[in-house]
Every structure is written in C-alpha cells, then in structure tokens.
C-alpha cells in the first residue's frame, strides 16, 4: 500500500515535469511521424510482394512503428535519473523512509504513460491516413504491450544509468541496441519474408514478440494463443529488466 | 541521552581509500555540534554514514537513539538531512518540493499543506513557492533544501556545508536561521565546514577532523584558549631550509609552537606586542629576510595548524593536488 503510494508520488513528479515541458511529446513524435509517413509512402509496394498478408503497408507499419516508438522513449529513460544523481536528488530520496522500487517503479509509470499517449497518436494518425484496424479491444492489446515492452527498457536504462551514472555510456548503449532491436524484427517487414538468420534472431528479441503480438491483435487476424504467450515472454522480460535495475540500485547505494 | 553517538568509524573506499579512520564523536541533545575539516577530511563520509545513505566498513553509530545499521527506519523518520549537494528538484516548484519530501516520510492531506507553507514562509520563500525551484538563487535553494530537510519535523538535522558558495550577507541569515533550529525548535544539529568563523559563531562544541580521524575536540573558546596567547605570523622573503629560523626563535622568551612551512612562519607568543619586535631583530640576526608581520588574537585556523599539524590553506592545497594527481592517472 504504501510502496503503491510512494510509487504514484514518484510518477507525479515526473507527469508533472513532462506536463511542463510539452514539446517534448512534440519532439519524441517527430520520429515515429518519419516512420509513418515516410517508410509508409516509400515502401507502399511491399504488399505486391508474393505472400504478403496485408493489402496496406501503413496498416501493416504501424504498430510496428508504434513498438519501435515505446522502446525508443522508454530507453532514455535512464537520462533523467543521471540528472537526479548528479544533482543530489537522489540521494536526497535515499535518506527518507521511501522505499527504494517506488523510486524505479514511479519512473516507469510515468514511461507508460507517455508510451500509451504516443501509441494512441500512432493509430490516429495511420488511421487518419487510411489503415483500419478493425478491433479496438486488439489496439488496446498492441498499447498495453507495447507499455509493458516500454516498462522493461526504461527499467533496463535505469538500471544502466545507475551503474554507469554518466551519459556518454547510456547513449552509445542505447544506440548499439535500439536500431538493430528494431530491424530484427518484424516492424518493417512480414518475419517469413525476412532472411532465414533475422528471423531466428527475432524470435529471440523482445521487440519481435511485441511487434507480431501487437500487431495481429490490432489487425484482428489474431490467434489469441500465441498473443497470450507473447504477452508472457513479455511479462518475463519485465521482470528480469526490474531485477536488474533493483541490483544495479544496491549497486549504486554501496558506491556512495 | 547524547543525540549523535559515533564509535570508531572507519570507511574505506574501493580502490582502498580511507575516508574515515576511525572517527568518534558525541553530540549532546539540543546543541549545535561542528565537524571543521578541510576537503577530503571526510566530513561528507561521516553525515553519510549517520544519515543511513551509506553504510561504514566497520564501527557503530546511533542517532536519536536509532543504530543507523540495525534500525535505518527508525533513524530515517528521526532524522532531516541537507547534503552539500542541493537535492532541490529544479523543474518542479518550491511548494512541490517541500510536499513530495512531506510525502516520502508518509504525510499528507491539508497537514502537510499547511506545514509546507509554514517552513516556505519561515524561509523567506512564500513568494516564490509556486515558481519552478530553477528560477530560484543559490541561497533561496540552499534554504528550500533545509526547509525540505525540516517537513517531518526531525529530531536531528544534518547540514553539511550549508553556507558554502553563498555571499557573506547571505550566509550571516543562514547563521541566524540555523541559531533559531536550536534555540527555538530544540533541534540537534551536526553542521560541516570549512569556515573557521562559522563553526566559531555556530557550534556549542566542536571537532576538528583531518584525514579521516577526529584531530581535536572541544568548545571553540576551549580549543583557542589551550593556545596560550597571540599568534605571530611572518612571511618570509625566501624559503629556508637549513633550520636557521628555528634556531634563531628557540631562544626568545615567551616565543614557541614554532612552526614553519615553506615562506610562512607561524609561532605563538604570550604577549604579540613584546614578541614582535625580539622576533624580527633575531631573524635579522640570522641574516632572515622578512616580507610581512601579522600578530591576532588565536583563531580555529590557529588550533587547526596546532593539532593537524598543518595550515589548513595547505591542508586543502594538497587535498587539491590529490584529486589533481588522481584525475592525472585515468
Ligand atoms: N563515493 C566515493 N567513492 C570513492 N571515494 C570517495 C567517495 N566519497 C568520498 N570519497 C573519498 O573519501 C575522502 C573523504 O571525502 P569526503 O567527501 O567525506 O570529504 P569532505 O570532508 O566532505 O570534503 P569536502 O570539504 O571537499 O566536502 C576523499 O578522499 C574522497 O575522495
Ligand atoms: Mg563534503
């Protein structure tokens, strides 16, 4: 009860600091928008490839483009905790009674939240643009998972911050994962229409198992099975991205 | 009851930096205590290792009755702390600050409403409380972090360098504000630093600390009085090394505690004015040239050069030329 107090106070704090600072919402949309319209306009044959499910390209980009957008917010996560060690706010947090997974834990919320608002302007604007998904209980799916994928790389960059506590590590880290997390996977293109090594990457990759969960629920071409044991994999993931960053938090607190 | 109690602190940093050797020290209940150290004398250490933020390789410590070790909660909820680097959170409000600090020792509602605005106007910050904390100055900060410190209403507050980087005027209103936590709130308070005149103004007792051990300890007039008189002070026109300066002093009457460093020639004298004069026709003498004389009445810088056995200008040089050194080698 109280940890889920502490965790609601933590996660006001950084709504609030976001709420503040609104053309950050703008800037972090850029990319996707990019994604969308461009990659959509350029790559609007790829369903005359043979074999290619979807009659859209858009309507098959977009919850591609709104997964890769999730972990590419939630992965700067970690930033915005380099500032609160260097500026003494954490420490500051450290010396009160606050128990120490509200102090992650807020962070990812507020992650969530702004995961959930873009994915939500995705959809609008690939719908906006002519894609229709006819499930709107699908689209939630596709949202909350990619939430819960966005969860797992904030934890995963909090977690990275508190070791490295320095900025410089946190970006090429993030750099040398993101892109490639990206394209091994299905986001941009049908997996069986992959390369045969891709697609054994992909069926590894966390991002792989959102994308093609996400997406057939969203286009309603569901198997809710295999949506169930992506959402699982996915739970798991979390999982071992929140150990993770409990550790590197012990960590940090035997360094200082 | 002592209200602070530290026994035999010892923190040892990895690659094997002593940061504490050792520290003892006692705090008696509703007093000012001051740790007087120079940079890198391990006062950060000892207010981390009270306040429960780190954890000391060996020893024992009790704050308001709490082992920081055994009982971190019940030490947590006793105690407030200002640590040297402000832990003011910029984007958000004044009044935001001090409510989220409220919030994380489990206040809430219209109490802690009304106690945030009360500690914002006692800091002089009730106008500013609903800017963001990044439009505030250096001393409106520093005086949001104590007000932060304060919302629980600890029994003990740690003020680690609170007056450091802020202007003369400024620091004398933190003094004044400090004063009145004891006299009026009936805190305890264990205060760092590196002035001399504050812990002079502020402590009821005080500790000089030096490469991690407690050097000396007592009263600020205790600790000048066992200087016995003036200190004489002489810079010298050149360094000389061949321990003629000391030779030409040892026999002068009512002249010791000689010490010299370098250019800088440091002695007491039971009377200044008699001294002055026997000091520098024996430096003559000895064929010494002098560049200046300064006589004062003992201060802590002298009581610090007496126990640390050091100036404490030197004492921070070479604490400088540490982390120089340090910085050199990665
Ligand atoms: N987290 C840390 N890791 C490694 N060494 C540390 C750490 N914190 C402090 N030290 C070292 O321990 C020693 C004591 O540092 P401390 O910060 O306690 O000094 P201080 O008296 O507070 O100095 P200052 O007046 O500069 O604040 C220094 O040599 C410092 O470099
Ligand atoms: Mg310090």
């Not at chain 1, 900025?167 to 293109?189: D, H, K, R, V, Y």
């Not at chain 2, 009270?50 to 709490?66: E, I």
């Not at chain 2, 321990?243 to 009457?253: F, P, T």
Request: hydrophobic share 50%; aromatic share 8%; glycine share 10%.
């Amino acid at each position: 009860m109280t940890a889920l107090m502490q965790t609601g106070y933590i996660a006001l704090r950084h709504l609030r600091a976001l709420w503040r600072q609104p053309w950050w919402i703008a800037v972090t949309l850029v990319q996707p928008i990019v994604w969308l319209l461009l990659y959509g306009a350029l790559f609007r044959r790829v369903v005359d490839i043979p074999g290619f499910q979807s009659t859209s390209y858009i309507e098959f980009l977009a919850p591609g483009v709104v997964v890769n957008s999730a972990i590419f917010s939630a992965g700067w996560g970690g930033m915005s905790l380099i500032d609160d060690i260097r500026r003494g706010v954490l420490d500051r947090f450290l010396v009160t009674p606050v128990r120490r997974t509200p102090l992650i834990m807020g962070r990812l919320v507020q992650g969530a939240v702004v995961v959930t608002i873009q994915s939500f302007i995705i959809v609008g604007l690939a719908v906006a643009t002519g894609a229709h998904y006819p499930s709107l209980l699908g689209v939630l799916v596709l949202v909350g998972m990619s939430a819960m994928l966005g969860a797992a790389f904030g934890a995963f960059s909090n977690g990275l911050a508190l070791l490295a506590r320095r900025e410089e590590t946190l970006i090429a880290a993030m750099n040398f994962m993101l892109l490639p997390l990206t394209f091994l996977s299905a986001g941009f293109m049908q997996k069986n229409l992959m390369p045969l090594w891709m697609q054994r990457v992909a069926d590894y990759n966390p991002v792989n198992w959102t994308v093609e969960a996400g997406r057939q629920a969203a286009m309603g071409s569901g198997d809710w099975a295999f949506i169930g044991s992506r959402v699982a994999f996915l739970a798991l993931f979390l999982l071992l991205c929140l150990t993770f960053a409990t550790r590197a938090f012990r960590s940090y607190q035997r360094s200082i | 009851m002592a209200a602070i109690e530290a026994h035999d602190l010892v923190k040892v940093y990895p690659p094997g930096i002593r940061a504490l050797d050792g520290l003892s020290f006692e705090v008696e209940q509703g007093t000012i205590f001051g740790l007087l150290g120079p940079n890198g004398a391990g006062k950060s250490t000892t207010i981390k290792i009270l306040t429960t933020l780190s954890k000391a390789t060996s020893g024992r410590a009790l704050v308001a009755g709490h082992d920081v070790d055994r009982d971190q909660g019940g030490a947590r909820a006793a105690i407030g702390c200002v640590a040297q680097k402000s832990g003011v959170d910029l984007e958000a409000t004044g009044r935001e600050n001090v409510i989220l600090q409220g919030q994380l020792y489990g206040m809430g509602g219209a109490e802690l409403g009304r106690r945030a605005d009360e500690l914002l106007t006692r800091f002089g910050l009730a106008d500013a409380a609903r800017r963001p904390a990044k439009t505030f100055s250096g001393g409106m900060q520093r005086r949001l972090d104590i007000a932060m410190g304060l919302v629980h209403r600890p029994e003990v507050l740690f003020l680690d360098e609170p007056t450091t980087g802020l202007d003369p005027e400024v620091r004398a209103d933190m003094w004044s504000e400090i004063a009145r936590l004891v006299s009026v709130d009936g805190l305890t308070i264990l205060l760092t630093t590196h002035y001399m005149d504050e812990a002079d103004v502020l402590a009821k007792r005080l500790a000089i600390v030096d490469r991690g051990r407690v050097v000396a300890e007592g009263t600020p007039e205790g600790l000048k009085g066992e200087l016995r008189g003036d200190a004489i002070h002489v810079e010298l026109r050149e360094a000389y090394l061949d321990g003629r300066v000391q030779v030409a002093l040892a026999g002068i009457a009512g002249v010791h505690d000689v010490q010299l460093e370098g250019r800088s020639l440091h002695a007491r004298a039971d009377s200044g004015a008699t001294a002055v004069p026997a000091v520098l026709t024996a430096l003559d003498a000895a064929g010494v040239g002098a560049a200046s004389v300064t006589v004062a009445r003992p201060s802590l810088d002298d009581v610090y050069l007496r126990y640390a056995g050091r100036a404490f200008r030197s004492a921070e040089d070479e604490a400088a030329n540490l982390a120089q050194r340090q910085g050199d080698g990665r």
